[in-house]
C-alpha cells in the first residue's frame, strides 16, 4: 500500500505541475505532505488550533499540507489499490481549489474536488503515467458508494450522496480539468 500511496503522490502532483498552465495562470506549487498518522502510532498533525481526527483523510488549509489516518487507507484498500489514487486525488483537488480565485471555485466544494481528481486520474492515464489495470473502475464505483453521504449535496460542508460524487467523478473524467469549473 505505502508503494500505492507514493505514486498516488507523484502521478497527482506530476499532473497539475505538468498541466497547470493550460487551465490556470500563475505558478503551481505542491501542497506538502504530512502523510499518513494512526492511533497507537504517529500522532495526528495540528490543522490550526486542533488535531486532525483519526479516520479520515485532509486537506489542512491552515498548513497547506495533505494527511491521511493510515487505517483508513488500509480498510479502503483491501477492497483495491484505486482507494487510495481516489482519496490522494481528492485531497489534493482541495489543495488546488486553495490556489484558486474564488470564481473558480464551485459552490459544490467536495464534488468539485471529485470532479478533479476524476480530471487528474484519468488525464494521468492519458498522459501514460498512470495505468488502470483490470478491476479500477469497477473499485472507483465502488469507493463511491462507501463515500457518499446519506443526503444530497446542499451546501459547501456536505459531500453528496454516492450517485452525485460518481457523477462528478465522471464530469471530470469526461471533461477533464475545465469541466470542472463553474461556468
Ligand atoms: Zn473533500
Not at 495540528?46 to 483519526?54: A, E, I, Q
Not at 484498500?77 to 482507494?83: E, K, Q, V
Request: glycine share 10%.
Amino acid at each position: 500500500m505505502d508503494d500505492d500511496i507514493s505514486t498516488a503522490v507523484y502521478v497527482v502532483n506530476r499532473y497539475w505541475a505538468t498541466h497547470w498552465s493550460q487551465f490556470f495562470s500563475g505558478r503551481y506549487s505542491p501542497p506538502s505532505i504530512f502523510g499518513g498518522y494512526q492511533k497507537g502510532g504517529r500522532r495526528p498533525p495540528f490543522c490550526g488550533p486542533r488535531r486532525l481526527d483519526y479516520y479520515n483523510a485532509w486537506y489542512c488549509r491552515d498548513g497547506d499540507y495533505i494527511a491521511w489516518d493510515i487505517d483508513l487507507m488500509a480498510e479502503g484498500y483491501r477492497s483495491g489499490d484505486a482507494w487510495v489514487y481516489l482519496v490522494i486525488a481528492h485531497e489534493w483537488g482541495h489543495a488546488v481549489q486553495r490556489r484558486l480565485h474564488a470564481s473558480l471555485i464551485m459552490r459544490a466544494y467536495e464534488l468539485q474536488a471529485d470532479c478533479f481528481a476524476g480530471a487528474v486520474l484519468y488525464g494521468a492515464a492519458a498522459d501514460g503515467t498512470l495505468r488502470f489495470e483490470r478491476g479500477d473502475v469497477e473499485e472507483i464505483a465502488a469507493a463511491h458508494r462507501r463515500l457518499g453521504d446519506e443526503t444530497p449535496w446542499t451546501d459547501i460542508g456536505d459531500h453528496g450522496t454516492a450517485a452525485q460524487r460518481m457523477s462528478f467523478f465522471k464530469r471530470g473524467a469526461n471533461y477533464g480539468v475545465t469541466g470542472c469549473l463553474p461556468r
